[in-house]
């Protein structure tokens, strides 16, 4: 079926905003507020857009996706249409203060793309956004200073805001999920050795896997090899799992107070397997803002991913 009917050149706002992953409603903003709309209508009236518009409004949408502020973008876009000449290019990494719409305090410049991708739900440009910032920054730092300032953004909007904004939340998590797992080698790939893996299971009743994905991602890509268990994991579930696979750690996660069990952190350590006189057990590692307060010795808590990494990735090799 054409977008148009016939006699009638260019496409309807709602053929652009599919193709561009934008809403209808976003474009008609940008019209009124910034002026980025079709040169013509018809009838005085129904938006028609050309080529030239929709490349204008591509424009408008790499570089607000890029952290430009919206009228500046609007500007640009404008000037390259007019005069054909190159648009402006996105500004260089920086610190900023300026939030949009969401808390963000302040964070890389990336984060705020990042956040006015999320919230326009704006798929492609939150997708290339994640992936460049991984390129650019390696995962470590892509993890730690862009997704999570910016997943933790969403989550106090969302909080503050009723049932506002969880379908921003929702999208972006799936966008950072599937960044993690594009970037995490495949197990064939991991080191293999006399050394057990490292396990990563969220406590029982804890769903926020995020963190342990973007862990896995980091110990695969330094040869560890791991055994990922994701969200839930029952009590029985992880002490079986600890005995048949012998790992070397074992991270447990907790988002919230309410799933940190230190009887459980401690009955996991005290696990045992192998020959009689020569068994062995696990590090038990605790992530997540769960484990509030000093860890108990023995429990180490990483302040982050780096630190975790280095703490499992050297723990694995004085096993290996």
């Not at 009838?43 to 490349?55: F, Y």
């Not at 006015?116 to 200073?145: C, M, N, S, Y």
């Amino acid at each position: 079926m054409s977008d148009s009917p016939p006699g009638e050149t260019g496409l309807t706002t709602g053929a652009v905003a599919r193709r561009l992953g934008v809403s209808p409603t976003t474009l008609r903003s940008w019209d009124r507020r910034y002026g980025i709309g079709p040169a013509a209508r018809v009838d005085g009236r129904h938006r028609r857009w050309t080529p030239a518009d929709v490349e204008m409004l591509e424009t408008m949408c790499r570089l607000t996706s890029a952290g430009v502020p919206p009228a500046e973008a609007a500007r640009a876009a404008r000037h390259a249409r007019t005069t054909g000449a190159p648009p402006l290019a996105p500004p260089e990494p920086s610190r900023s203060r300026a939030a949009g719409s969401l808390p963000l305090g302040d964070v890389r410049q990336e984060c705020r793309g990042l956040a006015r991708a999320a919230v326009r739900l704006d798929a492609p440009a939150v997708e290339d956004q994640l992936a460049a910032a991984v390129d650019e920054h390696g995962l470590t730092v892509a993890w730690q200073e862009v997704m999570v300032p910016t997943l933790h953004a969403v989550g106090r909007k969302w909080a503050t805001s009723g049932d506002r904004y969880v379908e921003v939340e929702h999208l972006l998590s799936w966008h950072v999920s599937t960044t993690l797992r594009r970037h995490t080698p495949p197990p064939s790939a991991q080191g293999a050795g006399l050394a057990g893996p490292v396990l990563l299971a969220c406590a029982p009743g804890e769903q926020h896997t995020l963190p342990l994905e973007a862990l896995n991602a980091g110990l695969a890509q330094r040869g560890v090899p791991t055994r990922m268990f994701g969200a839930a994991v029952p009590a029985e579930a992880l002490s079986a799992a600890v005995r048949r696979t012998g790992p070397v750690a074992v991270v447990l996660w907790a988002q919230a107070r309410s799933t940190a069990s230190l009887p459980l952190a401690r009955h996991v350590g005290g696990t045992r397997w192998g020959v009689k006189g020569a068994r062995r057990q696990p590090l038990v590692v605790l992530g997540g803002p769960g484990w509030a307060g000093r860890p108990p010795a023995g429990l180490p808590k990483p302040a982050g991913l780096a630190e975790a990494l280095d703490l499992l990735s050297g723990t694995y090799r004085s096993h290996a």
